[in-house]
T-cell receptor, first 116, second 118 residues
Framework: AQSVTQLDSQVPVFEEAPVELRCNYSSSVSVYLFWYVQYPNQGLQLLLKYLSGSTLVKGINGFEAEFNKSQTSFHLRKPSVHISDTAEYFCAVRLPSSSNTGKLIFGQGTTLQVKP | GAVVSQHPSRVICKSGTSVKIECRSLDFQATTMFWYRQFPKQSLMLMATSNEGSKATYEQGVEKDKFLINHASLTLSTLTVTSAHPEDSSFYIC??????????????FGPGTRLTVL
């Protein structure tokens, strides 16, 4: 079975500072990895995903993430955050098999609080 | 881009009534749709997976008779909360996998439905 652990429930950071949101996963097989953002009372928006290939993945809004197979991690980073980045961030995995329905397994979420 | 809509966005109902939530893929065909439940400040909990024309697959601990899911077409799935009670109050989110020939099918999320049971 797969599982996802987001190591920080809340991350406060000042505007224009860099930020890293940590995500570790557990799986005995290869998985696809995702980061989603959720603004209050809204659904989820895909920030970026890792399917295969280059381990450094760039997404929307200036975010990027690096897949580290040996450490089973997929940490999300942004070099300079804005107030508008304040939101809930979810890391997720799913099996890549075409026979799989595509069920996503989510981490617990990390609240990013950007302060002026 | 692919859009998933949900209706209604908010619903308030009395205890004991049933509530239907619709999830539609607006510009693509969805092979599979998912229903999630999210409590405040918590992660998404998958309730069930539905495929067009077949019965939904429910996750362990989710009552099939309470949360009725119908996936009548490739663009519409509905979740009916039967005999709702205050503990069913939550944020319900659906998502849909785009039908593609490749092994990877992008999953798109709806905006969610806030259910409040009085």
């Amino acid at each position: 079975a797969q599982s996802v652990t987001q190591l920080d429930s809340q991350v406060p950071v000042f505007e224009e500072a860099p930020v890293e949101l940590r995500c570790n996963y557990s799986s005995s097989v290869s998985v696809y990895l995702f980061w989603y953002v959720q603004y209050p009372n809204q659904g989820l928006q895909l920030l970026l995903k890792y399917l295969s290939g280059s381990t450094l993945v760039k997404g929307i809004n200036g975010f990027e993430a690096e897949f580290n197979k040996s450490q089973t991690s997929f940490h999300l980073r942004k070099p300079s955050v804005h107030i508008s980045d304040t939101a809930e961030y979810f890391c997720a995995v799913r099996l890549p098999s075409s026979s799989n329905t595509g069920k996503l397994i989510f981490g617990q979420g990390t609240t990013l609080q950007v302060k002026p | 881009g692919a859009v998933v809509s949900q209706h209604p966005s908010r619903v308030i109902c009395k205890s004991g009534t049933s509530v239907k939530i619709e999830c539609r893929s607006l510009d693509f065909q969805a092979t599979t749709m998912f229903w999630y439940r999210q409590f405040p400040k918590q992660s998404l909990m998958l309730m069930a997976t539905s495929n067009e024309g077949s019965k939904a697959t429910y996750e362990q601990g989710v009552e099939k008779d309470k949360f009725l899911i119908n996936h009548a077409s490739l663009t519409l799935s509905t979740l009916t909360v039967t005999s709702a009670h205050p503990e069913d109050s939550s944020f319900y989110i659906c998502s849909a996998n785009e039908r593609r020939a490749s092994s990877y099918n992008e999953q798109f999320f709806g905006p969610g439905t806030r259910l409040t049971v009085l």
